[in-house]
């Protein structure tokens, strides 16, 4: 046990919408922590850059790839016997993206069901524990088109920004409906991931969010 209390075998995940900051508090967290990392990669994705020019066309073989690669982390993770903090949890791909593309038609009805079906019979399997806790990130919108912008991946900065307008909506809208796990929310503009006392904080938020219901975070 570290001096935060929180335990050698957590998972903690980091949660938030595209751009908001969450590998970079992933890596500042883990490297604290020594903890290891569950990092999702972009680069590698053969579906990403496809879907970001046709939606309707590559949804559902990139929520499949999402699936799998998330899977195959959470059994990762699982085998390790935890000590990891997760950048984005597999609750977004399902509850945030599969869902905004079927409610907007860019993933057929059958799709989404296929796609459903798929992930819930993957989450009732041994491998699948619930992180200890869930870190929200949230923002302005404003501050996050900065962010993406400023990370400069042509694909994103492409994309209309109702898309990502639309995205900022459906996540405050889902974490106030997030039960599986306890949930510590926090703003970009109060924390410094360079700044020892700040992440000196969260650190002991982290812990107390782990020991404590969500209710009383
Ligand atoms: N706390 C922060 N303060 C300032 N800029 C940040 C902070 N966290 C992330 N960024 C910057 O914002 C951009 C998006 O961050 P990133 O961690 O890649 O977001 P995400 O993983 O949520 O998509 C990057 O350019 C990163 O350097
Ligand atoms: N499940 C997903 N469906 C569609 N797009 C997704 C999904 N998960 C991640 N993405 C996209 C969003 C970004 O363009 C990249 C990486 O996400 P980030 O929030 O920057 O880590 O993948």
Redesign the pocket.
Known sequence: MNSYHIPENAIITVAGT??VG??TLTGALAKRLNFQTSL?Q?DHNPY?EK?YHDFERWSFH??IY?LAERFKEQKKMFELGGGFVQ??SIYE?TGI??KMHADQGTMSKTDYETYTSLYEAMVMTPYFPHPDVLIYIEGSLPSILTRINERG?EM?IQTDVSYWEHMHGRYSKWINEFTACPVLRLNIDDYDVNDETSMSDILVKVGNAIRKPADKI
Do not use: I, N, T, Y
């Open positions: 595209v751009g969450k590998s999702e972009v990403l879907f990139l929520q999402f950048d984005r791909d993206f599969a991946r994103e």
